[in-house]
């Protein structure tokens, strides 16, 4: 079993508040732009041909979905669209204060149809952050079935022992663990995510796709009886095939939060330092496990725009 460290409750709670609260009254380093040298990389290719590039292997998986068909709305909590051009806040579509993400050091970037948070190198500053307080994503306290969906490109990440933050629950509760997303490299292989549960890793996956610009679905389903069903992981719409031998969440686990803890998307609550290179430019959460279906139309359609709907 792979136990990772346990951040400071002290230090989470102090830096979730003061973070959040001094980046709410301005004190941010933020940069909007509509492009920078090397975004045909979300693509894969030229930006003429973006469109078709960027459906990658969703056209090998089943059907291409229309992009004029909205997102499912079917048990949507949140959703963040992270092209928002109000620094330095980033809104949930619902429009409540109380779910801002509050962003520091951070670039948003990227042509239409494809902004979103760009770090410039792994393993730096920046992330958009949240006391759960009052967020509604505290709702997902004592759940055991969810679903998070991202648009993500990575173009380096952190080495197995420092691993880059898609996402980062700081749980403030004593004796339990933070629960994450994360990625790294390995020499010679794909980039390796792997799922932190109350501060252990419960599941990994090889990804081929995360190079370019690509859709992930992390599925919890904790009541499932196979415990490989029980967290899950889709890119494109395909789901992956766990290289984890070990450690697979109990069943009937559920998500632990407490309202002091802190929310933190792109990178690690305290240290700070633990981005990607590449762009988050989409995030969402669901209060229930996405079928295959869903989980294969949002796909389709988030590859071709994953900004705001006109």
């Known amino acids: 079993m792979r136990e990772l460290p346990r951040m400071d409750v002290a230090s989470r709670w102090h830096f979730g508040t003061l973070l959040c609260a001094a980046l709410v009254l301005g004190s941010c380093s933020l940069v909007?732009?509509?492009?920078?040298?090397?975004?045909?990389?979300?693509?894969?290719?030229?930006?003429?041909?973006a469109a078709a590039l960027d459906a990658g292997s969703i056209l090998?998986?089943?059907?291409?979905?229309?992009?004029?068909?909205p997102l499912s709305d079917e048990s949507l909590l949140l959703r963040y669209y992270l092209d928002d051009d109000m620094p330095p806040i980033?809104?949930?579509?619902?429009?409540?204060?109380?779910?801002?993400?509050?962003?520091?050091?951070?670039v948003v970037?990227?042509?239409?149809?494809?902004?979103?948070?760009?770090?410039?190198?792994?393993?730096?500053p920046g992330g958009a952050c949240a006391v759960l307080l009052k967020h509604t994503l505290s709702e997902l306290e004592a759940q055991d079935t969810?679903?998070?969906?991202?648009?993500?490109?990575?173009?380096?990440?952190?080495p197995t022992a420092a691993?880059?933050?898609?996402?980062?629950?700081?749980?403030?509760?004593?004796?339990?663990?933070?629960?994450?997303?994360?990625?790294?490299?390995?020499?010679?292989?794909?980039?390796?995510?792997?799922?932190?549960?109350?501060?252990?890793?419960?599941?990994?996956?090889?990804?081929?796709?995360?190079?370019?610009?690509?859709?992930?679905?992390?599925?919890?389903?904790?009541?499932?009886?196979e415990g490989s069903k029980r967290v899950r992981l889709y890119s494109n719409g395909v789901e992956l095939s766990s290289t984890s031998a070990a450690n697979e969440l109990a069943e009937f686990s559920v998500m632990k939060i407490d309202k002091a803890s802190t929310f933190t998307l792109g990178n690690a609550p305290t240290q700070g330092t633990q981005s990607i290179a590449g762009?988050?430019?989409?995030?969402?959460?669901?209060?229930?496990?996405?079928?295959?279906?869903?989980?294969?139309?949002?796909?389709?359609?988030?590859?071709?725009?994953?900004?705001?709907?006109?």
């Open 146 to 158: 969810f679903t998070f969906e991202f648009v993500v490109r990575v173009d380096g990440a952190g």
């Open 109 to 124: 970037s990227g042509t239409s149809g494809r902004r979103g948070l760009r770090w410039e190198t792994a393993s730096a």
């Open 163 to 225: 691993p880059s933050i898609l996402f980062i629950l700081a749980n403030d509760a004593p004796g339990e663990g933070n629960t994450s997303l994360q990625v790294h490299s390995e020499e010679g292989n794909d980039y390796v995510v792997d799922f932190v549960f109350d501060g252990v890793v419960v599941q990994s996956w090889s990804d081929p796709e995360l190079a370019s610009r690509s859709v992930l679905h992390l599925v919890f389903a904790s009541p499932e009886s």
């Open 32 to 49: 909007f732009s509509e492009g920078e040298p090397g975004e045909a990389s979300d693509a894969g290719g030229s930006l003429a041909d």
């Open 90 to 106: 980033l809104r949930d579509v619902g429009q409540s204060p109380a779910d801002n993400l509050v962003m520091e050091s951070i």
């Open 279 to 310: 762009k988050l430019g989409y995030f969402a959460v669901y209060h229930e496990p996405l079928t295959d279906t869903v989980i294969s139309r949002n796909a389709s359609i988030l590859l071709k725009d994953d900004d705001t709907p006109e």
């Open 60 to 69: 090998d998986a089943g059907p291409v979905f229309d992009a004029a068909v």
